[in-house]
């Protein structure tokens, strides 16, 4: 299909969004391969300092998952407006903000890293082992956050095929080399450092073949046009959007785990189980807000108000659909995943109790998700952060209110109302964006 034609059907969302449904899959696998390898030393302190050191490498990372949705919303006006050459100046700012950035990691890693481990509740040796991992893993960070820009790019250019086989070549690339590091060579916290640095590394170079397209042609090369104040700023502004949308949604999640760490072991352990149920439910959602980014930018830079309309109708309908499945299954099934993921009974017995908010969550979170695709696609990111703010407060508020009369219960009842006032908030500015689809210039 080609990705600017006005032609929007039900096989080219799912096109759209199944390769990264399959390619969300391979994260958690990735992690157990991680942790598994590493706990075949026989040693507890090896496993907690992967744990410490993928949580605060990845936490780092994420902050620059701003680049992958900024370049998604701007490529894709840009393939619909038809300019070629903004469309593969895109591609090269993208990996050219991410080299850059990984490097000045590579350059601040010492206080970075002092800071992470000084804030984590680990012993001396984990802190120790975890500080040599991150020494290694920072050397990718130069590629790690160049792939975001690639995979914005070609999500833009609805290439997510390409998307699922980078990841499958990082994370086989990395579960291999864990097994060869670790296992045959005893290389221990370090083998399972360098086996993601290389894959990364390798990741990088195929995204960069992948994404040949956008460098058959002499505009990659048209450096006036790549470094463009008001274009530079244009992608400045929506990725700093962006990033304060984000952090404010992180603050949310993190507040959430920082206030059940107030309650008694077992609700602590049981919102961690139940956590998971609405990771199954990201990266599920995850594929149809990716459809949304592409097909809405698309649609916006074509200036074609019908086919924006249809576009964020259709995704959402596939996102609705997917959100009401999971919600039966979380019904049906949920206590059977419970007692796969803790034998403990006092775990499961509170599990048991919240298990209404999992069954609840997907339903009441799925317009946020597809909200969010379509107004990254739409590069609307102002109205994202705004809308981001209020919601953030109302959660507060709701904190405020409910959690020292409900304990648990509140707190489960917050970040539900935090997810419907993100939705309800977006959902309100909705039909102005709509509205000004036939006036936009590219």
């Given amino acids: 299909m080609n990705p600017s034609s006005n032609r929007l059907t039900h096989k080219r969302v799912l096109g759209v969004a199944i390769p990264i449904v399959l390619a969300n899959a391979t994260i958690p696998i990735l992690g157990a391969v991680d942790t598994g390898v590493v706990g075949q030393m026989g040693l507890a302190a090896p496993i907690g300092a992967v744990g410490i050191g993928a949580i605060i490498i990845s936490a780092i990372y994420w902050l620059f998952g701003f680049l992958r949705m900024g370049t998604t919303g701007l490529t894709a006006q840009a ?21 850059v950035a990984g490097l000045i990691l590579i350059v601040t890693q010492i206080p970075l890293f002092s800071g992470a481990l ?35 790019w070609l999500i833009a250019k609805e290439r997510t095929r390409s998307v699922l086989l980078l990841m499958l070549l990082v994370n086989s690339v990395n579960i291999t080399l864990d097994f060869i590091f670790v296992l045959k060579l005893g290389w221990g916290v370090e083998g399972v450092a360098f086996a993601t640095l290389i894959a990364e590394w390798l990741g990088l170079f195929y995204g960069l073949w992948l994404s040949r397209e956008g460098f ?11 470094f ?13 959007d962006i990033l304060i949308r984000s952090v404010l949604l992180e603050i949310g999640f993190v507040s959430f785990l920082f206030l059940g760490s107030s309650f008694d072991d077992a609700t602590l352990a049981a919102n961690q189980v139940l956590i998971q149920f609405l990771n199954i439910t990201a990266y599920a959602m995850d594929g149809f807000a990716f459809a949304a980014e592409a097909l809405v930018g698309q649609a916006l830079g074509s200036r074609n108000r019908l086919l924006f309309r249809r576009s964020a109708v259709m995704t959402s309908q596939w996102g609705f659909g997917s ?24 775990v499961r017995a509170v599990s048991y109790e919240y298990l209404p908010w999992m069954v609840l969550a997907p339903l009441v979170g799925a317009a946020a998700w597809m909200l969010d695709g379509i107004f990254i696609g739409a590069t609307r990111t102002a109205d994202m952060r705004n809308m981001m703010f209020i919601s953030f407060c109302i959660y507060l508020i709701a904190l405020a209110f409910l959690l020292p009369r409900y304990e648990n219960h509140g707190l489960w009842a917050s970040l539900i109302i935090f997810s419907i006032a993100r939705g309800v908030t977006l959902g309100i500015k909705y039909p102005k964006l709509e509205a000004s689809v036939e006036n936009e210039s590219t």
């Fill in 216 to 226: 058959r042609n002499g505009y990659w090369r048209n450096w006036v046009q790549i």
């Fill in 118 to 152: 000084g804030l984590a509740p680990a012993s001396q040796e984990v802190e120790l082992l975890a500080n040599e991992y991150l020494n290694i893993r920072v050397f990718s960070a130069p590629a790690a956050i160049a792939i975001f820009g690639i995979t914005g």
């Fill in 79 to 99: 393939i619909g407006s038809k300019n070629q050459s903004e469309t593969s100046a895109l591609l090269v700012r993208g990996i050219i903000i991410g080299l």
């Fill in 228 to 240: 463009d104040r008001a274009r530079l700023v244009q992608m400045a502004k929506v990725n700093s």
């Fill in 323 to 346: 959100v009401v499945v999971m919600a039966i299954a979380f019904y049906v099934f949920g206590s059977s995943i419970i007692n796969v993921m803790t034998t403990a009974e006092d």
